[in-house]
């Protein structure tokens, strides 16, 4: 397609608020949110259901485990989680003081950090991950080129040091979609379509990047060469593994086995695993493929007209329309596990851990040595899931751990309320002062047998969503990141938004969900029964109820006074410090409340529970994302994504993070326009980083 064809009707253009870029919903998820919602099924109002628990239960033979009071056990972790390296390296306490930044415009091309902070990019796209790549060349580039890069719009990321003196080690990161309006001259675009589609299809995908750093708390800096470097994309080999795999919804015409699957797209968050392999979530794959019409497609979202990406001209299996590719969108849309440390390892799609938009997967070990992931389903009115595996963790026995994902029980999350009759869509604080109640697990898989009625094994796992709808669940705003504390073993989950919740015909707001018309979004805090991951049931009360709280009355911070808090909203990813505070990226606050997305720190105990504090901004049109607090070092990073994506090649919006003067005076591998990159933010000795924004040191 060429750029006209790309942004020549926008359907956010006019729907966002705040001057959010529509561009940047429909490169990233196919503007769903000017779409009807996928969810339509007949659950009940949460009002309706909040006193049915363990009547709705026994009607569906689910067993008796009661939705009761949760006793809550000590709140210390006792095995390893996800987050068992947040801190990051080093000994000793967390550090990485700072005084919060003000709220910044969102037309501020600039990285803003605090007082007495700098930052530097460590990667941004096109930097070679092998010599033979040679400088990047923004004019001059291909598919197989690109195979040879790191890759567009970084998502999850992570830095896993290798064990020694701590100088060593590698950086991961998903690359969850491109903006070809911006990557390519616009003459060559419209001159080579298919070369400009398969290298798109290149710059999705992941990268592992063997870094390197002078001295413990040194800025890292990628290894050209490096043993372990790898680029993942679309035509890279993936195994299916899990109960569905080898099933007829899962078999195609280049794949009659139902096992074997070729790239993994749109990835967006992720996890790393105690066992030290990386998780990451394929989420809005439905824009990607042409649907026949099919309600399981419809609940996915797949529609019938030709993708606004157009890849089904280049390659026949993204239209379902085209004999023996019916099934190629069902291998699409799990969690994906990598192991950074073997380049000539297969990374495995999951099954087991369900289909959906998956935002991402943490993992927790249980009290019985289970392995634990939280999973998100990052659409209006969809579900927080659960899997629990069959077998156990073994410390030091990595090949054994790598197979605890593969087989195991899948649930999905149901809230019960304390306040439901004083919940009216308004936000209103209920009068016991707190959104909280209690809730359960519904399986929807246990013991290798289907618990939803009518729906096979392979059913459930490839259409979840419909496992959900069937049993009940809970209709959420957006679920997205959910991580567990590794200080409290309390698990957090981010509720961007859902703009559609209390609209005409759609669900009302509920405890758990409390406002219509949710813009700004919320964030939970879940405590599972005796602290045990495993539990099938849990507490949960909301942690913040977000936006400005300078114009909006609805905001809630867990009743720390709301005129001291840094305004926020549409929080997207989280992660801890050593000291088990909160830190929460934005996806959304230009569209919302005006300001550049940011990354804020959230005090979570004491009497400054619910204080948020703002660390940075990111430039203009930018997303805040995979943040990684290595507090004890005094170092931050993120992954900075989509900055200008409203701009084009010759009109560019943003230029972080080269922020050079012209496509003339590029050179060096720079590029006159914006480079999704991920940064490193550390403490100086002086004040270089003055709260106020600028290009990288030179």
């Known amino acids: 397609m060429t750029p006209r064809n790309l942004l020549q009707l926008l359907p956010m253009a006019g729907h966002t608020r705040g001057n959010r870029s529509a561009a940047t919903c429909h490169f990233k998820c196919g503007d769903a949110c000017a779409k009807d919602v996928c ?36 709140q210390v972790a006792s095995a390893p989680s996800a987050a068992a390296d947040a801190g990051g390296f080093g000994k000793g306490g967390g550090k990485l003081p700072f005084q919060a930044i003000a709220p910044v415009e969102r037309t501020v091309d600039a990285v803003t950090v605090p ?12 930097d070679p991950l092998f010599s033979s790549a040679g400088e990047f060349d923004p004019s001059n580039q291909s598919a197989e080129d690109q195979k040879q890069r790191f890759g567009y719009n970084c998502d999850y990321l992570n830095i896993i040091a290798d064990r020694g003196n701590g100088t060593t080690g590698v950086l991961v990161a998903n690359h969850e979609y491109t903006n070809e309006n911006v990557m390519f001259d616009p003459a060559w675009l419209e001159a080579n379509p298919d070369e400009a589609r398969l290298t798109a299809m290149a710059a999705h995908g992941f990268s592992v990047v063997e870094v390197r750093r002078d001295k413990a708390g040194g800025v890292w800096k990628p290894v050209i060469d490096g043993k372990r470097n790898r680029r993942i994309h679309m035509h890279t080999e993936f195994v299916l593994d899990g109960p569905a795999a080898g099933s007829d919804l899962l078999k195609t015409k280049d794949d009659p086995t139902g096992t074997v699957v070729w790239g993994m797209n749109n990835n967006c968050s992720g996890g ?34 030709p993708s606004s990406r157009g890849w089904e001209l280049t390659e026949a299996r993204f239209d379902a329309k085209n004999d023996g590719y019916e099934n190629e969108a069902n291998r699409f849309g799990y969690i994906v596990e990598i ?27 249980a009290a019985d ?23 156990k963790y073994r410390e030091g026995d990595r090949e054994h751990n790598k197979t605890l994902l593969s087989e195991g029980d899948l649930y999905v999350a149901k809230f019960n309320a304390t306040s439901a009759a004083e919940i009216d869509g308004s936000g209103k604080l209920p009068s016991d002062g707190a959104f909280d109640g209690s809730g359960e697990w519904l399986p929807l898989l246990v013991r290798g047998t289907s618990r939803v009625p009518g729906m096979s094994v392979e059913e459930v796992l490839v259409y979840t969503r419909l496992a959900g709808d069937k049993v009940g669940a809970t209709k959420m705003d957006r679920p997205e990141d959910i991580d567990v504390n590794p200080a409290t073993g309390k698990v957090y989950a981010a509720l961007t938004n859902n703009t559609r919740r209390g609209t005409d015909g759609k669900a009302l707001a509920d405890e758990a969900n409390p406002r219509s018309r949710n813009r700004d979004g919320h964030v939970l805090e879940l405590t599972e029964r005796n602290n045990d991951a495993a539990s099938l049931t849990f507490g949960w009360n909301i942690l913040l109820v977000a936006g400005d709280p300078s114009v909006d009355t609805t905001t809630y911070f867990s009743g720390y006074p709301a005129e001291k808090v840094s305004p926020i909203s549409c929080p997207d990813n989280v992660a801890f410090d050593s000291a088990g505070n909160l830190w929460i990226s934005t996806d959304g606050q230009p569209g919302t409340i005006g300001y550049a997305d940011a990354l804020h720190k959230v005090t979570l105990t004491g009497d400054e529970r619910g204080r948020v504090q703002q660390f940075l901004a990111v430039p203009n049109g930018a997303e805040t994302c995979g943040p990684v607090i290595h507090d004890r070092e005094n170092t931050v990073f993120v992954s900075i994504q989509h900055p200008g994506d409203d701009g084009t090649w010759d009109e560019p919006t943003s230029f972080f993070p080269d922020y050079v003067d012209s496509r003339e005076t590029a050179g060096g591998g720079e590029f006159f326009g914006p480079r999704p990159s991920v940064i490193q933010v550390f403490r100086t000795t002086g004040n270089n980083g003055n709260g106020k924004g600028r290009g990288p040191r030179k």
């Open 39 to 74: 969810n339509t099924s007949s659950n009940a109002y949460f009002r309706d259901i909040a006193d049915q628990a363990l009547s709705r239960r026994a009607a569906l033979g689910l067993g008796g485990v009661a939705a009761a009071a949760v006793v809550v056990g000590q």
């Open 272 to 305: 790393t695993t105690p066992w030290g392999t990386v998780l990451t979530g394929e989420e809005n794959f439905n824009q990607y493929y042409v649907g026949r019409g099919t309600p399981e497609e419809a609940r996915y979202g797949i529609g019938t007209d």
């Open 115 to 126: 007082e007495g902070y700098d930052w530097s990019p460590v990667i941004r796209w096109g």
């Open 339 to 365: 192991d950074p440390h073997d380049p000539e390892s297969t990374p495995v799609k999951h099954t087991a851990l369900g289909r959906f938009k998956h935002e991402g997967a943490n993992v927790t070990i």
């Open 369 to 391: 040595g289970r392995a634990v992931a939280y999973l998100g389903d990052d659409e209006r009115f969809d579900y927080i899931y659960k899997f629990v595996s069959k077998n």
